[in-house]
């Protein structure tokens, strides 16, 4: 009973300091509350409620808030040239590259074109990269020399291509579909080279405007009024056949490339800064907070995250299921939570046995559910099932946070993430890297700022700043 009264006093406090953090600033107003007379004495039923508030408040933000890609290429290991959007849009297996750093220090983390005759890739016409009206493209690149980073139709100037028309400077055209007429060019200089950049350019049908990116930055702008796009070629990268802008340009470009994205919408500024981290460490956090819940097996693709809804929480079944209502599991056990993503041999079963056809799957367990992404799935009939079963083995968190409004903990931070809409995300990448992270500081400023903290208060480190919140874990007192 002692144990029961500590707690609801201590929850109580907590209530109280989230209501004063409400009135300063809207940030915490989808932060979980608990009600003191709905609480137990156990832990447990404390941080599943915690659990279950994080889930159903957050799960969706990051979706909302940030468009998806109609073409995503990481142009680095493990998935290379694979399309990591779920569409499918392929590359074409053609021309020599050579894996190097990226653009974070990673090994094999970017691909690198040789600016050789033999050294490009192609992106076939389709449906989904000809997006026709509006369109965002973004990339990191290191150059070393002119040439195009990428032209649509290699042997004219009709299709929209984007250069190093120098060795410094950016140069875009956005030509009109079908009669090839051209606009206004956009162009950038002063960009240093063997450096990596996180460059780009968007086109809004609506609006008119065109606009140059560099390193989240619109850097040049025009309007070039209301014209279909000659989205309708191939996209060749790296090289044009034969082409130059200049008679001193190269028509084939030597440069590291990393993290290709294609949108088929104007992106805003924001959504441009936001998107510069997707293939980087922030997959650690979108896995678990960006999925798709899955409702139907058959509607599946490849390369998207998936969880399952529903009252518990819900895991792909581990062995092969003996009767007919359903066909797909998993042949392996899931992860630890500390073992981080998994990959093992996702089945169908059929007539002829257990694993009449195969895939692969990715699987990371977050606090309280797992998350799941296909590889290569086959053809799939209607009526295939995936196997369900009830998950008893996810851990849960063992802390709950506290704020500090009105402070922020300094020379201790380890990361920092942009675009966080609230501190309980910004608590959850917390809950996720907890092997470095011991608290959070949370601005709501620049839609959202969350820093990652190696440490919790420290000897003149605290610092009071009224844009910031200060976030570390309640002590909580147990009794035998």
Not at 139 to 155: A, M, N, T, V, Y
Not at 180 to 201: E, I, R
Not at 453 to 476: G, V
């Amino acid at each position: 009973m002692k144990a029961q009264v500590l707690l609801q006093k201590m929850l109580v406090k907590v209530r109280s300091l989230a209501r004063y953090h409400q009135k300063r600033t809207d940030v915490t107003k989808n932060a979980p509350h608990f009600k003191p007379s709905e609480m137990q004495a156990s832990g447990k039923t404390v941080l599943g409620l915690l659990l279950l508030s994080l889930e159903l408040t957050l799960k969706n933000a990051f979706v909302k808030a940030m468009p998806s890609p109609v073409a995503l290429y990481n142009f680095s290991l493990p998935d290379l040239f694979e399309d990591m959007s779920g569409n499918g849009v392929k590359l074409e297996n053609v021309g020599q590259y050579q894996l190097t750093e990226g653009p974070t220090g990673d090994k094999d983390g970017a691909v690198l074109f040789l600016g050789t005759d033999g050294s490009y890739r192609i992106l076939n016409r389709n449906d989904k990269t000809d997006t026709r009206y509006s369109i965002t493209i973004l990339l990191w690149i290191r150059h070393e020399s002119s040439g195009p980073i990428l032209q649509f139709d290699r042997d004219s100037w009709n299709g929209v291509h984007f250069w190093f028309r120098t060795p410094t400077e950016l140069y875009l055209q956005i030509p009109e579909r079908s009669t090839g007429k051209k606009y206004d060019a956009l162009t950038y200089s002063s960009l240093p080279t063997k450096t990596w950049h996180h460059v780009g350019f968007t086109y809004d049908y609506s609006t008119g405007l065109q606009r140059l990116y560099v390193n989240g930055t619109m850097v040049a702008e025009s309007n070039v009024g209301n014209h279909e796009i000659a989205t309708n070629y191939e996209m060749y990268f790296a090289k044009s056949q034969g082409l130059k802008l200049t008679s001193s340009s190269e028509y084939k470009l030597r440069a590291r490339m990393n993290c290709f994205q294609i949108y088929d919408q104007a992106l805003s500024p924001d959504h441009v800064k936001a998107a510069r981290d997707r293939c980087t460490r922030k997959e650690l956090f979108m896995q678990c907070f960006n999925y798709q819940v899955l409702k139907s097996f058959v509607a599946a693709k490849n390369y998207v995250w998936y969880g399952f809804k529903g009252n518990k929480a819900k895991k792909i079944r581990s062995s092969c299921p003996s009767k007919s209502d359903c066909q797909v599991w998993i042949n392996s056990t899931h992860p630890s939570r500390p073992q981080g993503t998994v990959e093992h041999e996702l089945c169908v079963r059929g007539a002829s046995g257990c694993c009449e056809q195969k895939a692969r799957v990715e699987i990371r367990q977050c606090y309280g559910y797992n998350v799941y992404k296909f590889k290569g799935l086959p053809p799939l009939d209607a009526h295939i099932m995936i196997c369900l079963a009830t998950d008893t083995d996810n851990d849960a968190p063992e802390k709950i946070f506290g704020p500090m409004p009105g402070y922020r903990l300094i020379n201790h931070v380890i990361y920092t993430e942009t675009h966080v809409p609230s501190p309980t995300v910004c608590i959850g990448y917390c809950l996720l890297d907890d092997k470095r992270c011991k608290s959070v500081n949370y601005s709501a400023r620049d839609n959202g700022i969350c820093q990652l903290n190696n440490a919790t208060e420290f000897d003149e480190h605290l610092s009071i700043n009224q844009t910031w919140d200060y976030y570390k874990p309640l002590q909580f007192i147990t009794f035998a």
